[in-house]
Antibody, heavy 122, light 106 residues
Framework: QVLLQESGPGLVKPSQTLSLTCTVS??????????WNWIRQHPGEGLEWIGR???????YFNPSVKSRATISQDTSKNQFSLTLTSVTSADTAVYYC??????????????WGQGALVTVSS | SYELTQPPSVSVSPGQTATITCSGD??????ASWYQQRPGQSPVLVIH???KRPSGIPDRFSASNSGSTATLTISGAQPADEADYYC?????????FGGGTKVTVL
Protein backbone atom coordinates (compact mmCIF):
# COMPACT_ATOMS: atom_id res chain seq x y z
CA GLN A 1 0.00 0.00 0.00
CA VAL A 2 1.37 3.37 -1.02
CA LEU A 3 1.21 6.07 1.63
CA LEU A 4 2.34 9.68 1.54
CA GLN A 5 2.58 11.76 4.69
CA GLU A 6 3.24 15.49 4.85
CA SER A 7 4.99 17.00 7.85
CA GLY A 8 6.17 20.44 8.86
CA PRO A 9 5.24 23.57 10.81
CA GLY A 10 1.61 24.55 10.69
CA LEU A 11 2.34 28.23 11.29
CA VAL A 12 4.85 30.39 9.44
CA LYS A 13 5.44 34.11 9.86
CA PRO A 14 5.14 36.44 6.88
CA SER A 15 8.36 36.88 4.89
CA GLN A 16 9.79 33.68 6.30
CA THR A 17 10.28 30.28 4.65
CA LEU A 18 7.75 27.47 4.51
CA SER A 19 9.25 23.98 4.67
CA LEU A 20 7.37 20.72 4.26
CA THR A 21 8.50 17.12 3.89
CA CYS A 22 6.64 14.21 2.33
CA THR A 23 7.53 10.75 3.56
CA VAL A 24 6.66 7.98 1.13
CA SER A 25 6.08 4.35 2.06
CA UNK A 26 5.13 1.46 -0.18
CA UNK A 27 6.94 2.92 -3.19
CA UNK A 28 10.42 4.16 -3.95
CA UNK A 29 10.99 7.76 -5.01
CA UNK A 30 14.11 6.50 -6.80
CA UNK A 31 12.18 4.88 -9.65
CA UNK A 32 11.64 6.30 -13.12
CA UNK A 33 7.99 5.23 -12.97
CA UNK A 34 6.82 8.28 -11.03
CA UNK A 35 7.13 11.98 -10.40
CA TRP A 36 6.63 13.35 -6.91
CA ASN A 37 4.52 16.47 -6.66
CA TRP A 38 3.39 19.26 -4.38
CA ILE A 39 -0.13 20.63 -4.80
CA ARG A 40 -1.92 23.16 -2.61
CA GLN A 41 -5.47 24.20 -1.93
CA HIS A 42 -6.30 27.63 -0.56
CA PRO A 43 -9.13 27.63 2.00
CA GLY A 44 -12.42 27.01 0.26
CA GLU A 45 -10.83 27.07 -3.17
CA GLY A 46 -9.56 24.74 -5.87
CA LEU A 47 -6.30 22.89 -6.43
CA GLU A 48 -3.07 24.54 -7.53
CA TRP A 49 -0.07 22.57 -8.74
CA ILE A 50 3.21 23.82 -7.29
CA GLY A 51 5.86 21.56 -8.79
CA ARG A 52 7.39 18.12 -9.11
CA UNK A 53 10.65 16.23 -8.79
CA UNK A 54 11.85 13.23 -10.74
CA UNK A 55 14.12 10.44 -9.51
CA UNK A 56 17.00 12.02 -11.45
CA UNK A 57 16.59 15.19 -9.42
CA UNK A 58 15.01 17.13 -12.24
CA UNK A 59 12.46 19.65 -11.02
CA TYR A 60 9.60 21.55 -12.66
CA PHE A 61 7.55 24.38 -11.23
CA ASN A 62 4.41 26.34 -11.77
CA PRO A 63 5.51 29.77 -13.04
CA SER A 64 3.33 31.31 -10.34
CA VAL A 65 5.76 30.17 -7.61
CA LYS A 66 8.89 29.29 -9.57
CA SER A 67 11.03 32.11 -8.20
CA ARG A 68 10.25 31.18 -4.57
CA ALA A 69 9.98 27.38 -4.61
CA THR A 70 12.51 24.61 -4.24
CA ILE A 71 11.84 20.87 -4.30
CA SER A 72 14.49 18.43 -3.15
CA GLN A 73 14.70 14.74 -2.32
CA ASP A 74 16.41 12.48 0.20
CA THR A 75 16.44 9.05 -1.34
CA SER A 76 17.99 7.47 1.76
CA LYS A 77 14.87 8.43 3.71
CA ASN A 78 12.46 8.08 0.76
CA GLN A 79 11.36 11.67 1.28
CA PHE A 80 10.96 14.77 -0.82
CA SER A 81 10.59 18.32 0.40
CA LEU A 82 9.18 21.70 -0.52
CA THR A 83 10.53 25.06 0.53
CA LEU A 84 8.74 28.28 -0.31
CA THR A 85 10.48 31.54 0.53
CA SER A 86 9.12 35.00 1.32
CA VAL A 87 5.67 33.72 2.21
CA THR A 88 2.62 35.94 2.56
CA SER A 89 -0.94 35.30 3.67
CA ALA A 90 -1.63 34.23 0.09
CA ASP A 91 0.43 31.11 0.79
CA THR A 92 -1.96 29.97 3.52
CA ALA A 93 -3.28 26.66 2.22
CA VAL A 94 -3.50 22.94 2.67
CA TYR A 95 -0.41 21.48 1.04
CA TYR A 96 -0.61 17.99 -0.47
CA CYS A 97 2.14 15.76 -1.72
CA UNK A 98 1.08 13.41 -4.50
CA UNK A 99 2.51 10.69 -6.71
CA UNK A 100 2.23 11.18 -10.44
CA UNK A 101 2.45 8.31 -12.88
CA UNK A 102 5.10 9.24 -15.45
CA UNK A 103 4.98 8.47 -19.14
CA UNK A 104 3.84 10.15 -22.34
CA UNK A 105 0.23 9.11 -21.86
CA UNK A 106 -0.09 9.59 -18.14
CA UNK A 107 0.41 12.54 -15.81
CA UNK A 108 -2.34 11.74 -13.34
CA UNK A 109 -1.96 11.88 -9.56
CA UNK A 110 -2.82 8.44 -8.24
CA UNK A 111 -1.85 8.72 -4.58
CA TRP A 112 -2.17 11.76 -2.30
CA GLY A 113 -1.11 12.57 1.22
CA GLN A 114 -3.69 13.61 3.80
CA GLY A 115 -2.65 17.24 3.48
CA ALA A 116 -0.95 19.69 5.82
CA LEU A 117 -2.53 23.02 6.68
CA VAL A 118 0.02 25.83 6.70
CA THR A 119 -1.08 29.22 7.99
CA VAL A 120 0.98 32.31 7.32
CA SER A 121 0.43 34.77 10.13
CA SER A 122 2.39 36.87 12.57
CA SER B 1 -1.67 30.58 -19.02
CA TYR B 2 -3.88 27.59 -19.78
CA GLU B 3 -7.28 27.44 -18.13
CA LEU B 4 -9.85 24.73 -17.53
CA THR B 5 -13.42 25.83 -16.89
CA GLN B 6 -15.98 23.84 -14.93
CA PRO B 7 -19.52 24.72 -13.80
CA PRO B 8 -19.49 25.65 -10.10
CA SER B 9 -22.27 23.26 -9.20
CA VAL B 10 -24.39 20.38 -10.45
CA SER B 11 -27.40 18.90 -8.71
CA VAL B 12 -28.71 15.40 -9.30
CA SER B 13 -31.41 13.22 -7.79
CA PRO B 14 -30.38 9.85 -6.38
CA GLY B 15 -30.28 7.24 -9.11
CA GLN B 16 -30.16 9.82 -11.88
CA THR B 17 -27.23 10.87 -14.08
CA ALA B 18 -24.91 13.76 -13.33
CA THR B 19 -22.78 15.29 -16.07
CA ILE B 20 -19.82 17.55 -15.33
CA THR B 21 -18.04 19.39 -18.10
CA CYS B 22 -14.50 20.74 -18.29
CA SER B 23 -13.60 23.13 -21.09
CA GLY B 24 -10.19 24.20 -22.31
CA ASP B 25 -8.48 25.18 -25.53
CA UNK B 26 -7.90 22.02 -27.58
CA UNK B 27 -8.41 19.95 -24.42
CA UNK B 28 -9.17 16.92 -26.59
CA UNK B 29 -5.52 16.88 -27.70
CA UNK B 30 -4.41 16.38 -24.11
CA UNK B 31 -5.12 13.66 -21.55
CA ALA B 32 -7.70 14.62 -18.95
CA SER B 33 -7.96 13.25 -15.44
CA TRP B 34 -10.73 13.66 -12.88
CA TYR B 35 -10.55 13.78 -9.09
CA GLN B 36 -13.22 13.46 -6.42
CA GLN B 37 -12.77 15.35 -3.16
CA ARG B 38 -15.18 14.75 -0.34
CA PRO B 39 -15.35 17.38 2.44
CA GLY B 40 -12.28 17.32 4.65
CA GLN B 41 -10.57 14.64 2.58
CA SER B 42 -7.79 14.46 0.03
CA PRO B 43 -8.60 14.23 -3.66
CA VAL B 44 -9.06 10.76 -5.13
CA LEU B 45 -8.32 9.90 -8.77
CA VAL B 46 -11.51 8.61 -10.43
CA ILE B 47 -10.58 8.87 -14.12
CA HIS B 48 -7.22 8.98 -15.91
CA UNK B 49 -6.19 9.07 -19.55
CA UNK B 50 -9.53 10.58 -20.53
CA UNK B 51 -11.73 7.58 -19.81
CA LYS B 52 -9.94 4.97 -17.68
CA ARG B 53 -11.09 4.07 -14.19
CA PRO B 54 -8.49 3.15 -11.56
CA SER B 55 -9.01 -0.07 -9.65
CA GLY B 56 -11.72 0.32 -7.03
CA ILE B 57 -13.62 3.13 -8.75
CA PRO B 58 -17.24 2.13 -9.41
CA ASP B 59 -18.24 1.68 -13.03
CA ARG B 60 -20.97 4.29 -12.65
CA PHE B 61 -18.14 6.77 -13.24
CA SER B 62 -17.33 7.26 -16.92
CA ALA B 63 -15.73 10.01 -18.97
CA SER B 64 -14.83 11.24 -22.42
CA ASN B 65 -12.67 13.95 -23.94
CA SER B 66 -13.04 15.46 -27.39
CA GLY B 67 -12.64 18.83 -29.05
CA SER B 68 -12.43 21.37 -26.26
CA THR B 69 -14.50 19.56 -23.66
CA ALA B 70 -13.93 16.69 -21.26
CA THR B 71 -16.97 15.21 -19.59
CA LEU B 72 -17.37 13.18 -16.41
CA THR B 73 -20.62 11.23 -16.08
CA ILE B 74 -21.95 9.68 -12.90
CA SER B 75 -24.68 7.21 -13.79
CA GLY B 76 -27.06 6.25 -11.04
CA ALA B 77 -25.69 8.84 -8.63
CA GLN B 78 -25.56 7.86 -4.99
CA PRO B 79 -25.37 10.00 -1.84
CA ALA B 80 -21.73 8.93 -1.47
CA ASP B 81 -20.96 10.70 -4.76
CA GLU B 82 -21.69 14.09 -3.23
CA ALA B 83 -18.33 15.84 -3.45
CA ASP B 84 -16.25 18.35 -5.37
CA TYR B 85 -14.90 17.14 -8.70
CA TYR B 86 -11.84 18.56 -10.44
CA CYS B 87 -10.58 18.00 -13.96
CA UNK B 88 -6.87 18.20 -14.68
CA UNK B 89 -4.59 18.29 -17.70
CA UNK B 90 -1.03 19.25 -18.56
CA UNK B 91 -0.02 22.21 -20.68
CA UNK B 92 3.60 23.12 -21.34
CA UNK B 93 4.82 21.01 -18.41
CA UNK B 94 2.42 22.65 -15.98
CA UNK B 95 -0.42 20.71 -14.36
CA UNK B 96 -3.64 22.66 -14.58
CA PHE B 97 -6.78 22.00 -12.57
CA GLY B 98 -10.28 23.18 -13.27
CA GLY B 99 -11.96 25.30 -10.65
CA GLY B 100 -14.02 22.39 -9.40
CA THR B 101 -17.68 21.41 -9.52
CA LYS B 102 -19.70 20.75 -6.41
CA VAL B 103 -22.03 17.82 -7.01
CA THR B 104 -25.07 17.70 -4.77
CA VAL B 105 -27.16 14.55 -4.63
CA LEU B 106 -30.65 15.33 -3.37
Amino acid sequence: QVLLQESGPGLVKPSQTLSLTCTVSGASISTAKYYWNWIRQHPGEGLEWIGRIYYSGGVYFNPSVKSRATISQDTSKNQFSLTLTSVTSADTAVYYCAREVSGPQRGDFDYWGQGALVTVSS
Amino acid sequence: SYELTQPPSVSVSPGQTATITCSGDRLGTKFASWYQQRPGQSPVLVIHQDDKRPSGIPDRFSASNSGSTATLTISGAQPADEADYYCQAWDNNVAVFGGGTKVTVL
